[in-house]
């Protein structure tokens, strides 16, 4: 079975930086659209960054220029580096891929289960 497990959160101090992986394991698959959601306290899940298979990248606007979105095809693992944290980053983020698998004739979006990112001043 599929699963996504995510990597890299912790406390950092503002300034700081992080850097999340997502690694997808548990069958054969080819990975296309992928990216990185965060749910804010109190607050509503928001798209940070995301891939497309052929690389292009795409990032929110309170992140760009900060967060670079990056993927490693031949580990099925999804990157997400963050510099110049800020406290308003805190979240718990979670990764996301559009997956074929072996012998499937669509594409299925997996998610992973989150991990907390906590910047204090």
């Known amino acids: 079975q599929v699963q996504l497990v995510e990597s890299g959160g912790g406390l950092v101090q503002a300034g700081g930086s992080l850097r999340l992986s997502c690694a997808a394991s548990?069958?054969?698959?080819?990975?296309?659209?992928a990216g990185w959601y965060r749910r804010p306290p109190g607050s509503s899940r928001e798209l940070v960054a995301s891939?497309?298979?052929?690389?292009?990248?795409s990032y929110a606007g309170s992140v760009k220029g900060r967060v670079t979105i990056s993927r490693d095809n031949a580990k099925n693992t999804l990157y997400l580096q963050m510099n110049g944290l800020k406290p308003k980053d805190t979240a718990v983020y979670f990764c996301?891929?559009?997956?074929?698998?072996?012998?499937?004739?669509?594409?299925?979006?997996?998610w992973g289960q989150g991990t907390q990112v906590t910047v204090s001043t």
């Open positions: 548990g069958s054969t698959f080819t990975m296309n659209a």
């Open positions: 996301y891929a559009a997956l074929l698998e072996t012998g499937s004739t669509h594409y299925t979006n997996y």
């Open positions: 891939t497309s298979n052929s690389g292009s990248t």
